[in-house]
């Protein structure tokens, strides 16, 4: 898979299971994994899947805009820069957002 | 604190000094602009020059930074607006930044994606 396809996979996987289940995002991040959300920092898997769970709102649609995606340099890895709508349950209007992601294989 | 010093420099050449931008870049360096690809500093600095506006003034709103994988490297996460002269709106924008040490002690740019934010 070219690395547009894998990042474009990779958006696709973690939005869906954003939606779905958002605990089961805790696999997608390690000890060192760090979450900068509205600018509140939080690191590790754990911490991280605490704080996605207990957002103020159960349900949630992700609809993505655009996805660029850059190999990360030296270090390996891949920068996956996201823009779209987040769709909350009972307000009319969506909310906008871009989230920027460093992804490594493990 | 690495990332609004070097935030604050970068929009500081780009509104003032465009054609100073491309010595924060490095050959192996790559910037995705609206979707198009771009790599190595010739190709930036043509891109960068060649922008469709002579003059601009970027505002930021937020930043955030944190450690990247690569070792004293920090992946910046701004968002803002851009103003263009004679426009009364201004533009949004989201850009996210990978700077990487220099052996000189100074951050150049391995990645810049920019995009603006519609809507």
Not at chain 1, 34 to 43: A, C, H
Not at chain 2, 20 to 42: A, C, H, N, R, W
Not at chain 2, 100 to 118: A, E, K, W
């Amino acid at each position: 898979m070219d690395p547009d396809q894998l990042s474009r996979a990779f958006v696709e996987h973690y939005y869906s299971a954003f939606d779905a289940n958002r605990a089961g995002l805790g696999i997608l991040y390690q000890d060192e994994s760090m979450l900068t959300f509205e600018g509140q920092k939080i690191q590790g898997s754990q911490n991280i899947v605490a704080k996605l769970t207990s957002l103020p709102f159960q349900q949630c649609q992700h609809s993505i805009t655009t996805v660029d995606c850059q190999p990360s340099g030296p270090a390996g890895g891949m920068l996956v820069f996201v823009s779209g709508n987040l769709q909350l349950a009972g307000e009319q209007h969506a909310l906008k957002f871009s989230q920027g992601f460093e992804v490594r294989s493990d | 604190m690495v990332g609004r010093a070097f935030v604050d420099h970068y929009y500081h050449l780009f509104d003032n000094e465009r054609a100073s931008l491309p010595s924060l870049y490095q050959p192996t360096s790559m910037l995705t602009f609206e979707g198009q690809k771009i790599v190595g500093v010739d190709d930036i600095s043509s891109k960068l020059n060649q922008l469709s506006f002579d003059q601009c003034r970027h505002v930021v709103s937020t930043i955030d930074s944190q450690p990247s994988a690569f070792t004293g490297g920090v992946v910046v996460f701004v968002s803002g607006s851009l103003q263009l002269p004679g426009e009364e709106h201004h533009l949004r924008f989201s850009q996210m930044f990978h700077l990487i040490p220099t052996p000189q002690g100074n951050f150049f740019v391995q990645n810049d994606i920019f995009r603006l934010n519609y809507g």
